[in-house]
């Protein structure tokens, strides 16, 4: 083994003796509320992702209306520059594809006759969309219009607000996580001040003395991460008993995903890289301060 | 080995410990630099490390400027010097073995092999019966010999130490001296300061005597 490797390996092992166990959960703690509510998020945005959220409205004609107006009216919203897309959904489409769903078949034949009108779905060009919606329904002929994505847009942004308080809370946290790291080294050099002055009088590197720390501190930040993911699994194996009962009222089989291996991974990583550069940051401020005399 | 020409170490609070010294120590030689306390003895030892730099004049150790070298080069020739200081500076959180072992750390030896030569360097100064004790339970004359172990443990080409005997009974500190001569005899440089000039006699060797800040 080469000197090199037996140097590393030693500030390791002397770092993994010093690794507080609190530090850790303290970290871990305060990591989970982002990394959950992270996982959370993900969660609702996969349900939200499965409603279309284009802008798109749906305009019902009247049912007396005639196919020719019905045509005209097309071609007048064909023409609208803020519309990008029209599509005709003739009632007799619209019944076949309500035939399709299963348990309709039998409630359409007890109804006796088509009760769906012609529809026109509109995909508007930008974000005007309750605007556009209101209009439409002022035109003759138009029973009635619905901005079917509206609720999901709504949802989206949401999430997306959602989003940026993560953010700033994973900011803030990691600021904690890289001010706590700081701390413990600054106590940890303390503690080794003789040994630290001693070792520089005899002959140790700057870098042998420094290694340690910065070990002690990707150590002590990767195992709060560690900490964080198995705080969010649990957390998440408890929410979704709860969550499995609701979404099975709803006939849906969705649960909170964990975190995936990569995303995981990378919380540690990014924890073990913020308790790096705490370690960093107190090294280079107390270190120089220790000097024989 | 030891090379100081016209030295002087001026304090920042304007205290001028060294005027002007100048001596040569040959490779192999032993010298005791004897002077009155605050006559600058410790002072003109911890330039030889770096642990002080002078203001004027050179230091040079086994061919190196001492006073312009980097600060990074330092601990490379820390390593190639043994201390031994007043106070010992042991570490008390560790056993008497480790205390050896610690500057073969800093160099990355391979275990068994530093485990091998801490042994030797403790059974050299007669402690390696004791080497599971804590320094604590060592008597002065035994916490300076453990002291003089960790300074030779890397075979330093030069021993250097600062008063090793004071605070110590006649019949210590002599013992003390005597691993010194050893050390000495099988090729290593060494200086010693001490005020104790009666020791320094008996044994007829090179004497660079301070006073006031110059060889007298």
């Known amino acids: ?293 | 080995m030891v090379s100081f020409s016209s030295v002087a170490k001026r304090y920042a609070g304007g205290q001028e410990a060294l005027k002007s010294v100048s001596f040569v120590v040959e490779p192999g030689e032993l010298a005791f630099i004897t002077g009155r306390s605050g006559a600058g003895k410790s002072t003109l030892l911890k330039l030889i490390p770096a642990i002080e730099r002078p203001s004027s004049g050179s230091v040079i150790v086994n061919g190196q400027n001492v006073g312009a070298l980097k600060r990074a080069a330092i601990p490379y020739l820390r390593r190639n010097i043994g201390m031994v200081f007043q106070d010992q500076k042991l570490l008390y959180d560790r056993s008497v073995f480790d205390n050896v072992m610690l500057p073969l750390a800093f160099s990355g030896h391979a275990p068994r092999e530093a485990a091998r030569r801490a042994r030797a360097a403790l059974d050299k100064v007669g402690l390696l019966a004791r080497e599971r004790s804590n320094p604590i339970q060592l008597s002065g004359g035994e916490q300076q010999r453990l002291a003089i172990a960790r300074a030779v443990v890397n075979r330093p080409a030069l021993l250097i130490g600062d008063e090793p005997t004071a605070n110590l009974d006649a019949e210590s500190a002599a013992r003390i001296l005597d691993i010194f001569v050893d050390f000495n005899q099988v090729g290593v440089t060494v200086l010693i300061a001490t005020h104790d000039q009666a020791l320094v006699e008996r044994y007829g060797r090179k004497v660079l005597r301070l006073e006031a800040g110059r060889i007298a």
Request: proline share 2%; glycine share 10%.
């Open chain 1, 1 to 293: 083994m080469s000197a090199w490797l037996r140097l590393h390996r030693q500030a390791f092992f002397s770092a993994l003796r010093r690794l507080g166990a609190l530090n850790a959960l303290v970290i871990g703690v305060a990591l989970s509320l982002p990394a959950g509510g992270y996982a959370v998020l993900d969660g609702l945005r996969a349900v939200a992702g499965r409603f279309a959220l284009d802008a798109q409205v749906s305009v019902f004609l009247r049912g007396d209306l005639k196919r020719a107006d019905a045509e005209a009216l097309g071609k007048a919203l064909r023409a609208d520059r803020r519309i990008a897309s029209v599509r005709f959904v003739s009632r007799e489409e619209a019944l076949q594809e309500l035939a399709a769903v299963q348990g309709m078949p039998e409630v359409i034949a007890a109804l006796g006759q088509n009760p769906l009108p012609d529809t026109f779905v509109v995909t508007a060009k930008d974000d005007t969309l309750e605007a556009l919606a209101a209009e439409l329904g002022k035109l003759p002929g138009v029973a009635h219009v619905q901005a079917d994505a509206a609720w999901a847009r709504r949802l989206a942004a949401l999430a997306g607000i959602g989003r940026i308080a993560l953010w700033l809370l994973s900011a803030l946290l990691g600021i904690g996580l890289v001010a706590v790291t700081f701390n413990t080294i600054r106590l940890q050099i303390l503690t080794q001040r003789e040994e630290i002055e001693v070792s520089k009088l005899i002959g140790a590197t700057d870098a042998f003395i420094r290694r340690p720390f910065y070990y002690l501190g990707l150590l002590q930040g990767a195992a709060g991460g560690a900490v964080a993911i198995a705080i969010v699994a649990a957390g998440l194996a408890l929410l979704n008993r709860e969550v499995a009962v609701l979404a099975e009222s709803y006939g849906s089989s969705f649960r909170f995903a964990f975190l995936d291996p990569g995303d995981a991974l990378a919380v540690v990583a990014f924890a073990g890289m913020l308790g790096w550069l705490g370690a960093h940051l107190s090294v280079s401020r107390h270190l120089r301060q220790i000097e024989a005399s």
